[in-house]
């Protein structure tokens, strides 16, 4: 699961990627199938997501349906964004919890490490880990996976809705 970066690129990001994923790795669990369930937003079927980088310190993810915004959010340094030293761009997961109707209660989360790859496409690992307990028995679990978007064009200049 080694995709090659290009810096340039993701330095500076504003394009327009299917929401689709043309790739998923697998294993014991897939990786996600649309950038809106990569990143747990509310958008799974929007056609197509914007990203553009506004500073180096925030980055706005926009979903879009025939042009039509369906979803979007600003990801910001120090909340929910870190730049690595490369430029790949780490969006933090929620943590969820869970298992109120069962005999087991856990926790989980992850982060989303978004860069554009040397073809062009956006590349998403996602990393996620669970801890928790099934009655008496401790369990946990961590995932990564990586998914590919085919690029559509530049994202087309930024417009507050």
């Not at 910001?76 to 997961?93: A, C, G, M, W, Y």
């Not at 109120?100 to 860069?115: V, Y």
């Not at 099934?134 to 559509?152: D, N, Q, S, T, W």
Request: glycine residues 8%; charged residues 20%.
């Amino acid at each position: 699961m080694r995709e090659e970066l290009d810096v340039a690129a993701t330095k500076d990001l504003h394009a327009a990627f299917w929401n689709v994923s043309f790739y998923r790795s697998q294993g014991e669990f897939l990786a996600s199938d649309s950038v809106a369930e990569a990143l747990n937003a509310p958008a799974r079927s929007a056609d197509q997501v914007y990203i553009w980088l506004l500073t180096d310190k925030a980055v706005l993810v926009r979903f879009v349906t025939e042009g039509k915004t369906v979803h979007e959010r600003v990801y910001r340094e120090d909340v929910d964004l870190k730049t690595l030293p490369d430029q790949r761009l780490v969006l933090s997961k929620k943590t969820e919890c869970g298992g109120h109707d069962s005999p087991g209660f856990a926790c989980g989360g992850g982060t989303a490490t978004l860069f554009v790859n040397s073809n062009g496409a956006l590349a998403i690992v996602e990393s996620s880990a669970a801890a928790g307990m099934l009655g008496l028995i401790p369990v946990a679990i961590y995932a990564k996976h990586l998914a590919l978007f085919g690029r559509v064009q530049d994202a087309p200049p930024l417009k507050i809705d």
